[in-house]
């Protein structure tokens, strides 16, 4: 299936590993132009290198005010145009309301809904211009199930979600879509670390927790990166031109609800 990227400019957050760089790797192979971004300028960079001489990397904290729009800013001038924005960020730490401060909610916030608001503002006026625009936002499964000791994920993301969901509606007419995209647990460095978090708090050992989670998903297994980027490819590119407004979830059958 020819998916029509290979003219187009993609901007993927958080893509120096994990979720980020499967889907930064996979617009690439479609024949995207790719910028990626991340806090480790090192691990960034090693992540590019990987990619091809034609990805651009900036380092950048979205959770920092005016870094998202740095980074949009800086693709558009070093490539010409934004056509694809993959908002995507770390998760917040795990905790519970007792153990979480309100500094904890603000970080959280700054980090989840704040950062993606920013990068979409500043990527939209290009888009609306030019009647053709993709705005893939990577949330959670928990946004549908939450996820126990995970308050912070549990609630900014399905902010996350209601600021997609309404922006898909005022866009709509412009060429533009919004979906977001829900991974379930999936082998990756954070998936790794929660588990070792959860065993810390419930006095086992991660294995323990991995063998649970293993055996809560249907299919009987985590995710790999990849098998999430093909989902992302295929919403950022020309054949989903009517799909907006919606949250597929990544999961391997793992959400028991009907919606």
């Known amino acids: 299936m020819n998916l029509?990227?290979?003219d187009k400019v993609a901007l993927v957050c958080g893509a120096s590993?994990?979720?980020?760089?499967?889907?930064?790797?996979?617009?690439?192979?479609?024949?995207?132009?790719?910028?990626?971004?991340?806090?480790?300028?090192?691990?960034?960079?090693?992540?590019?290198?990987?990619?091809?001489?034609?990805?651009?990397?900036?380092?950048?904290?979205?959770?920092?005010?005016?870094?998202?729009?740095?980074?949009?800013?800086?693709?558009?001038?070093?490539?010409?145009?934004?056509d694809v924005l993959v908002a995507n960020t770390g998760g917040p730490p795990a905790g519970s309301h007792d153990t979480l401060t309100l500094a904890d909610w603000d970080g959280a916030t700054a980090l989840l809904l704040r950062s993606t608001v920013e990068l979409t503002g500043a990527a939209l006026p290009g888009m609306k211009e030019r009647g053709w625009?993709?705005?893939?936002?990577?949330?959670?499964?928990?946004?549908?199930?939450?996820?126990?000791?995970?308050?912070?994920?549990?609630s900014l993301r399905a902010a996350v979600t209601g600021y997609a969901k309404t922006l898909s509606r005022e866009v709509a007419t412009r060429g533009i879509t919004v979906n977001t995209i829900l991974p379930g647990y999936t082998a990756t460095e954070r998936?790794?670390?929660?588990?070792?978090?959860?065993?810390?708090?419930?006095?086992?050992?991660?294995?323990?927790?991995?063998?649970?989670?293993?055996?809560?998903?249907?299919?009987?297994?985590?995710?790999?990166p990849e098998e999430f980027a093909a989902l992302a490819a295929f919403l950022a590119s020309e054949r989903a031109s009517y799909i907006t407004g919606a949250a597929f979830a990544v999961d391997g059958g793992w959400l028991r609800g009907l919606l």
Do not use: F, H
Not at 133 to 138: A, E, F, H
Not at 194 to 220: C, D, F, K
């Open 191 to 224: 998936v790794t670390d929660l588990n070792r978090a959860n065993a810390e708090r419930e006095g086992v050992e991660p294995e323990e927790i991995q063998a649970r989670l293993e055996a809560s998903i249907a299919m009987g297994r985590l995710a790999e």
């Open 133 to 154: 625009g993709r705005v893939l936002i990577v949330t959670s499964v928990a946004v549908k199930q939450p996820v126990d000791n995970l308050i912070l994920s549990n």
């Open 17 to 82: 590993r994990g979720l980020g760089r499967a889907v930064a790797s996979e617009l690439a192979a479609e024949g995207a132009t790719v910028a990626i971004c991340a806090r480790d300028p090192e691990r960034l960079g090693a992540a590019a290198a990987e990619l091809g001489p034609d990805t651009l990397a900036v380092p950048a904290d979205l959770s920092v005010a005016g870094e998202p729009t740095r980074v949009v800013e800086e693709t558009v001038a070093r490539l010409g145009r934004l």
């Open 4 to 6: 029509g990227l290979e």
